[in-house]
């Protein structure tokens, strides 16, 4: 699988961008705040149609047109896969004196739901500020697991959907039992269908660590010249399942054991919200003890191994994308990372210079020049 054709309208700094990729690996570089990010962006949000920046979606459209009648802003991605092509795109239209976004998503021209398209266009992307899936809030990587497993399995897409539904039913229920508005007996088919998402997503995601667990200790020892080994942790939000039996016996004996403590909480204090995993070397968890520099090497080596596990479950690697890495890397990690570069069939870089990539790297990628929104190739 892989991205031939970008269409951008009115997406950030993009007034209008239609650009062919090819497989292999594509390097963009340009001075920062050009739109180089902007672009990784809109091919994320192809892939997972959710923003990784933006706090509303209103910000993905162009300043520049919100003094319009109608704004909009639209991206289209058309991907090559199995033979076939695939077209998704997302527009963005705001509404009611631009202060409502409505957001259509089609698939090959069909209107869908957004959960529906989810990983059409596979992607993995590394961010500079994916240091914070080591050493950042649980939520943090939950997202992570979130939006890595959405893309290879919609049953678990909709059980998240659904979950955090019920959660929210449940804990108004929990807050009128409290206050004396109802009774406890109303939450047993709030509790059913808690435990039967909830369960859902807890053993796909132990799944996925245990998957990731391995390939991320051999990246990490790579990325670490042989001194370390990295040990991925699942920490659920329930206490731990007999493999045999799943996790639904235990979540639901948890809230039975506990309803008195969660009703005066007010909230739901089990199940997969409340999910972590950690990062140990040593026995040291990274994100208490580790520098910034094994803390980078991990983020690294979680998403490199990423891109493993999705190939495994998809039968297509997926587009690799990343957002101006090998600046903060030595020789080393660089290498490393030139060689995962190599095993994927589409791969697109960012950066400010060239002097992170060895020539012959650079004579065989396909490179372009960014500034302002406007992408230009690089001759010669």
């Known amino acids: 699988m892989y991205l031939k054709h970008l269409s951008l309208q009115n997406f950030r700094n993009y007034v209008r961008l239609e650009m062919d990729f ?5 390097v963009l570089q340009g001075e920062n ?46 991907i090559q896969a199995d033979g076939q092509e695939k077209e998704v ?33 596979a992607t993995v992307l590394f961010l500079p500020q994916d240091i914070n899936l080591v050493r950042g809030a649980p939520s943090e990587r939950r997202r992570f697991l979130d ?8 049953l678990y897409c909709r059980a998240l959907s659904r979950y955090n539904k019920v959660m929210a039913q449940r804990n108004a229920l929990l807050r009128a039992i409290r206050e004396g508005e109802s009774h406890q007996d109303e ?22 660590i245990r998957s990731l667990a391995p390939i991320a200790r051999a990246m990490h020892f790579a990325l670490s010249a042989g001194d370390e080994l990295l040990t991925l942790e699942y920490l659920p939000g329930i206490d731990r399942w007999d493999e045999s039996g799943g996790a639904e016996s235990t979540f639901r004996a948890l809230l039975e054991e506990n309803r008195g403590r969660e009703i005066a909480a007010g909230m739901s204090l ?21 520098s910034r520099g094994q803390q980078r090497t991990a983020a690294l080596a979680l998403r490199l191994s990423q891109v493993e596990v999705m190939t495994d479950e998809l039968d297509t690697a997926p587009l690799l994308l990343l957002d101006d890495v090998m600046s903060e890397l030595d020789a080393d990690r660089r290498g490393a990372v030139l060689d995962v570069l190599e095993s994927v ?5 960012t950066t400010t210079d060239w002097s992170p990539f060895t020539p012959d790297f650079l004579e065989t990628s396909a490179r372009y020049h960014v500034t302002g929104g406007v992408i230009s190739p690089v001759e010669g």
């Open 22 to 26: 090819g497989a292999g690996v594509t």
């Open 33 to 78: 705040a050009q739109g180089k990010t902007n672009l990784l962006e809109a091919i994320s949000y192809l892939s997972t149609t959710r923003s990784i920046r933006a706090g509303t979606e209103k910000e993905l459209i162009n300043w520049l047109v919100l003094s319009e009648p109608m704004p909009f802003a639209r991206a289209v991605g058309t």
């Open 89 to 121: 795109s997302i527009t963005l239209l705001l509404s009611n004196g631009n202060q409502n976004v409505r957001k259509q998503v089609r698939l090959n021209g069909v209107p869908r739901r957004a959960m529906d398209v989810v990983g059409t266009i």
């Open 147 to 154: 939006v890595a497993i959405c893309q290879i399995d919609h």
């Open 187 to 208: 939450l047993f088919p709030w509790d059913e269908w808690l435990v039967e998402h909830g369960s859902t997503i807890l053993e796909r995601r132990e799944r996925f």
């Open 270 to 290: 089990f199940g997969p919200h409340r999910d972590d995993f950690r990062f140990l070397v040593s026995g040291r968890d990274l994100r208490t003890y580790g």
């Open 345 to 349: 069939q589409q791969a697109i870089v």
